[in-house]
């Protein structure tokens, strides 16, 4: 989620707990219903350069993916 002068999202950031806080750009992750189930800084995905590192990217979307977050797969079998 970001934010411009231009365009708030007064609503939207009230909406999602005001990830504001964590600073912009922050990543909002939602679950099927619209749910927020966590907020990122994104601060951690990068590379030390102000750009993303490929690999912490992929490994923070595969660890909130709807599989990583069934239950299912966890059980014993």
């Given at each position: 989620?970001?934010?411009?002068?231009?365009?708030?999202?007064?609503?939207?950031?009230?909406?999602?707990?005001?990830?504001?806080?964590?600073?912009?750009?922050?990543?909002?992750?939602?679950?099927?219903?619209?749910?927020?189930?966590?907020?990122?800084?994104?601060?951690?995905?990068?590379?030390?350069?102000k750009s993303y590192d490929r690999d912490k990217v992929i490994e923070f979307l595969t660890?909130?993916?709807?599989?990583?977050?069934?239950?299912?797969?966890?059980?014993?079998?």
């Open positions: 989620m970001n934010y411009s002068k231009e365009n708030y999202n007064a609503k939207l950031l009230a909406k999602y707990d005001y990830p504001q806080r964590f600073g912009f750009p922050v990543f909002l992750v939602l679950n099927a219903d619209g749910k927020l189930i966590e907020t990122q800084n994104s601060w951690y995905l990068e590379d030390g350069k660890d909130w993916s709807p599989l990583a977050l069934d239950p299912k797969q966890y059980k014993e079998q």
